[in-house]
């Protein structure tokens, strides 16, 4: 087997004459399609846009008070013409055959089938929690909550979870009612939290 060497030219540098580098052969550039699946997330983004500048015309009121003559309306609006402006950049970068960096996956084996007990396990425990939450409370339904998601992820550790799952319960509890004001259910422990 013999090596192959480049044309060179002064300064040992590839000449044009070389072969063409990954992207710059428009036989290349011609076949590659648009992803034709990108268009719906563009679709999405117009939609979630055009639905925020409606919503911020028609339902947001104007200024309450004199010190405040700007009131709500313009920053939903903003934020709503931003997402018709990413929209439209994102379809014309589609458009042009723009394609993303596919994910590297890390330690993900994307030939693995579904995990469905582990999804299964998941849901129940959130369905848990919407049912029970004004029946027990947050602090009994959060834990439920904690100790049922990581027992759904692989964790055996069924003492140091529970602890760990009525820590976390009542820590959020508590950050929800003192550091923003919002009351969680206290359900049965309503007059001990």
């Known amino acids: 087997m013999q090596p192959t060497t480049e044309p060179t030219g002064p300064g040992g540098l590839p000449t044009s004459d070389g072969p063409a580098t990954a992207g710059t052969d428009p036989a290349t550039d011609a076949a590659r399609k648009p992803d034709r699946a990108q268009y719906g997330v563009c679709a999405f983004l117009a939609l979630v846009g055009g639905l925020v500048i409606v919503d911020a015309t028609t339902r947001i009121g104007s200024a309450i008070n004199t010190a405040d003559p700007i009131g709500p309306k313009p920053v939903p609006i903003l934020l709503g ?3 018709l402006i990413v929209a439209a950049i994102y379809a014309v970068d589609v458009f042009r055959g723009g394609t993303g960096e596919p994910e590297a996956g890390e330690d993900v084996d994307l030939s693995t089938p579904i995990d469905w007990r582990t999804v299964l396990l998941l849901i129940g425990a959130f369905l848990v929690n919407a049912v029970l939450i004004d029946r027990l409370g947050w602090v009994i339904s959060g834990a439920i909550l904690f100790w049922g998601s990581a027992y759904a ?13 009525v820590a976390l319960s009542l820590i959020t509890f508590y950050a929800f009612a003192i550091g923003l004001g919002v009351d969680l259910p206290a359900g049965v422990l309503q007059g001990i939290l």
Do not use: F, M, T
Request: proline share 0%.
């Open 153 to 165: 992820l692989g964790n055996r550790h069924h003492v140091r979870n529970l602890l760990i799952s």
């Open 81 to 83: 013409v931003l997402l």
